[in-house]
């Protein structure tokens, strides 16, 4: 019976993944076509990214020893082991397991190999590129992380699940609502985390040859990509349990992922890089700002657990 | 022969057997493990509540002094000698020049201390072990630094140890006991009466604990003595050492966080300046670690930057905090080691303790360079390994407490960790292998069956977390706090989540096989040598590009130095130097009187002894 | 077989990810042809930045033989599939340098070419048209240069060591130049 329910469990998880990257590699494929609209192009069509894909996994490679395989593999891995833990509309495949920061370190893992992998390259553009990718994660995580201790605070769970049942019933319920600062950081640190302008610095592409990336290709870009397409359903459907209250169903949650995603994209097509040390700083000031004015007004209204 | 007894008896029969070998070394290591595998077998003919009393004529005095097991004290000893028996055994074929018979005199000193029911036996080990640790510091690779770095080590820990000197003689002449206990029942008594007698006594103690775990502002020394003791003995120093300052904390918080003492946000004030210490310790370890270029020194930053963590999390004195205090300490402890042990596993092999020096060792060093990657993940926080669980406990502690602030810092601390955690990673292991390096080989048949242990523990205590938790909840339980529920072994319980570690496990375990299996489908790819890299175009050897030159590790962090210079200005170079400076001008002064003799600490050390004895004399 | 065959080049065929050898004047027609005007993203042609990620090489004009020694390494460093571009007359037959010492004449002598653009220097509208044409080619299985390449490594490594020996030395002290600090 266990056989059974584990080989259930797995076709499910198998399924989710199927979706989360299809639906990633969508949102890039929109992303794009906005772009190009917004640059007054024709723009490719939304499925490009869907070709480009089935093109990496086709296409020959290079590889730097086993290291570099493990790493890349170690990239994408974790993300969607992540991805079981996450509420995807009213399903969550693990729900007694659905703990935040349980999907955001399993997120770190996934960054963590990546780093291995493209570092076992030897390259120093890559090496470069991961410093500037680390030194941008101390920025947006620091906000981000005052948001999400304040969420904790506030529904006093650490469950997806139960934050997003939390805020069942109707508009007026969600975390939105109730924390517009913390949505407000959230939203800012959501740019960083995603890479897109103005803190795109780790990749580059003119300046030291597209950073961590220097040396995929074929499959390894290609995993990179599934990487960043799962990682982008994850990051969005973070933010929309959190803030957005979940979604009766999967159209409805893709819906709202697709909202924040076009914020995002917005903001990536007006504005320029930053120097990564005005990115990093640049987090410490507002957005952090923002989080932990979030989580004072979280406890002045009685957050605070009784021990 | 009692059991108790033997815990100190053994390994100073097995240091004075050691001493007597001591040329030859191979004997000599056999027997620094056996003496602690020895020990270790005792630890299983005792039990919580084991008591031995002797009287000691003093004097004309008579003093009562005694060991005695409690659930915290078993805890410390399993752990310490454990990770001794480890290290010795890796030490078996390493040629540091670590003395075997000071570490057992270390180990003799730290089971009394965990043991001791009386200040005056617990002072005695504290000195003998800072005693034995100091002369063992002064074995290291470069004389004249490793003398400066015992130096400076000496001159903290004398500090510390007259400030508990004193606060020693101020108890006993209050109570006329020596006895742990019945003091702290004391202080507790009159607590309500005068608070400010009290903290003043206890943050006497405090000191020297600061001192002895690196906290800060007394963490000065902790690089100079970790870049300069030998490599055999970092390992214990960062993983073992630090964790008698947590034990002395832990023997003292039950009273400052009494009910009598004004609180801040709920919390006790000596407790939230305490925890503050721990929180601005973490952050600082932190930034200080990644700006280093030598591989132990930012490898003592983190340590102590872990020490950080572990403070804030006892100073909260809750059953979550304290449960997670101490989790972590296990946790640290391990990962600590495994890091530890690699990074001088790689140092015997290049020869060199600068990362920029390094590079690309991963090719030749397969199993450690796992090792060390499993290390740094768990140090990282990251499930499924053990450390996960702590960090994740603390930061629940924390914020429970609506201590947002701090909460933020160790938050902050806890990401920065990446960064010199990912530099270390890549400077050593990752980017191009040098010429240099060609013949290194992998470590010895004993290393890797030490590093294959380690690297099973962080996967088992990561997954089955149960087996420390359950000791940890006695503890908790014996300070009279309400232990944290818990449903098994798999489980890490806190307030806001549980989390099964093992469902984690086989998850991230199937998701991996996955990606082998995608990887394996798709198109077939090529091996290529190090030096088909893109490099723009440009023919490398028609550059004379070697690989040194194309390995980017130096500076890793230039950018961010930028950002944090105009912090580090006003903390580091105002008060932490200052502080150093001063510490370090009184240690050359003291070293030009002495002529920097390993005797100095000796005679300050009878000094002490004598001091006590006259002060003995007054007070009765 | 074949249909799978037929599917992978039909994808192969639009995703073309391209790594702009920019050596001749003619790369000045490239950012028109990738921006608004003229917009080469809708054929799934992107700008990449390493040899590792690229399909198409593309060659934007005259090739002088130091330049040329580095256009064969990044060749070499591409993985297969991958097609090269020649851009302009210059890569055909010379152009005007026809007669230069140090610019190669035929670029097919020393890589193999799948496409050339005539012209000097083409408009966008001819860029496009050849991206469309080489699409094309691969779709149909057709563009093989990469495997002519390997089969026929001798003559083109014959035909690179002939000119390529005039390159070197390129430096006389090397450890002069390159010493750092
Ligand atoms: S073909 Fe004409 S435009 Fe192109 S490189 Fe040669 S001379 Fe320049």
Known sequence: MVIVEFLIKLSQGFGIGALALATGLLFGGIGRKIMARIQRRYGPPFTQNFMDLFKLLSKGSVSHGWAFDLGLVAGFAPMLAALMFLPIGPFTLLPSDSSLIMIVYLMMMAYLGMAMGVLASGNPNSAIGMSRALMLMVGYEVPFAAVIFSVYLFSKTGYLTQIVTQQAGGFMNWNIVKMPLGFLATEIALQGMLGEKPFDQAIAPAEIASGPMVELGGKYLGFGMIQHSVGLFLETGIVVDLFLGGAPNFWIFIAKQFVLYFIVILVDAILPRLRIHEATSFFWKLPLFLGILQAVIVIIQGGVLNV | MNSLLALLIVPVIGSAAAAVLQRYRLVERLITFLTFSVTFLFLFEIKIGDILTWHLDFLGKNLEMGLQITPLSIFMLYMTIAFGIVLTFYNLSERSKMKGFLLLLTLAASNWIFMSTDLIGFFFAWELMGWSSILMIFGGKREEESRHGALYYAMMSIGGSYSMLIGIFLLSNLTGTFSIQSNVSYLTLILGLHPWWVLGIVSLFFVAFMVKSGIFPFHTWVPHTYGEAPDGFVPYLSSVMSKYGVYGFLIFLPLTSGAHVPSVLGLAWPNYVLLWFGSVTAVAGSVLAFMQDDVKKLFAYSSFSNLGFILAAIALFTPIGLTAGMFHAFNHLLFNGAIFITVIAVISKVGTTRMSEMGGIWQKMPLTFLTFFVGIAAAAGIPPFAGFGSKWMIFQAMISHGLIFATVLLFFASIASFLYLMRAFHAIFLGQLSHKYDNVKEVSAIGKITEVFLLGALIFFGILPGFVLDPINSIVNSFGLKPLPTSGYEYINGFFSSINMVSIFIVVIVTFIFGFALFAVVAKHKKVPQEDNYTAGQIPQDWNLTPEMYQFSYDFYEPMDKELAPFLKVKIDGFFKGFGESVEYIGEAIKEIFTGNVQIYTYLAVGGLVIFVIAGWVVW | ?181
């Open chain 3, 1 to 181: 077989m074949s249909e799978w065959t037929e599917i992978v080049d039909y994808f192969r065929g639009r995703s073309m990810w391209m790594l702009h050898y920019c050596t001749g004047c003619g790369a000045i027609e490239l950012p028109p042809t990738m921006t608004s005007r003229w917009d080469m993203e809708r054929f799934g042609i992107t700008p990449m930045a390493t040899p590792r990620q690229a399909d198409i090489l593309l060659i934007t004009g005259y090739l002088a033989i130091k330049t040329l020694k580095r256009v064969i390494y990044t060749y070499e460093q591409m993985q297969a599939p991958k097609w090269v571009l020649g851009f302009g007359s210059c890569t055909i037959n010379g152009g005007i340098y026809w007669d230069s010492y140090n610019v190669i004449e035929r670029l097919d002598k020393y890589i193999p070419v799948d496409i050339y653009i005539a012209g000097c220097m083409p408009r966008p509208e001819a860029i496009l048209d050849a991206f469309v044409k080489l699409k094309e080619m691969v779709q149909m299985g057709e563009a093989k240069g990469y495997e002519k390449y390997v089969k026929n490594y001798d003559w083109y490594k014959a035909n690179q060591d002939k000119v390529l020996k005039r390159t070197s030395p390129v430096l006389k002290e090397i450890e002069k130049v390159t010493k750092i600090g």
